[in-house]
């Protein structure tokens, strides 16, 4: 049984998007469902009435952040992934940082030692593709350039 892909490799119907995602190197950078100033696009909040733990796939409010919780547990198990396009990419990417988050996460940490060690986690300058540390290098491009590096920290 292979590994699940991203849905995000098919062309979804995007009708309030009027651009092409961005790219970096040869990872997509999607919008996302956020309050936060990035340079991702950002998606429509979710209805109301909605969890944010429970997102329809086929809405219009699911991005890629949405995907790897879903996935995470599942391609974690699995040895070897196909990648089928940059979506991929991203959710391997995104797979990889749950796990160093979950990494730092102790079984006796309180709710608020566990967010106080997550956020330092984020704050700390972390390796991108191109980085000597980082782990995946065979299957991500470098950014071209300092600007496109601190894009994809961001």
Do not use: H
């Amino acid at each position: 049984m292979p590994a699940y892909n991203s849905i995000f490799l098919q062309d979804r119907d995007w009708p309030f998007l009027t651009f092409k995602p961005l790219f970096k190197g040869n990872t997509a950078l999607p919008p996302l469902r956020t309050r936060t100033r990035g340079p991702a696009y950002t998606l429509p909040p979710l209805p109301s009435g909605t969890s944010d733990l429970d997102v329809d796939p086929d809405s219009e409010s699911y991005d890629p952040l949405d995907e790897v919780l879903s996935l995470f547990r599942a391609n974690t198990f699995f040895r070897n992934f196909e990648i089928k396009g940059p979506a991929d990419r991203l959710l391997i990417y995104g797979i990889l940082f749950v796990s160093e988050c979950l990494g730092k996460i102790k079984g006796n940490m309180s709710a608020k030692e566990a967010e106080k060690a997550l956020l330092n986690a984020a704050l700390d300058m972390f390796a991108i593709p191109g980085d000597a540390s980082f782990p995946l290098n065979q299957a991500f491009e470098a950014p071209r350039d300092r600007q496109d590096a601190e894009t994809l920290r961001q």
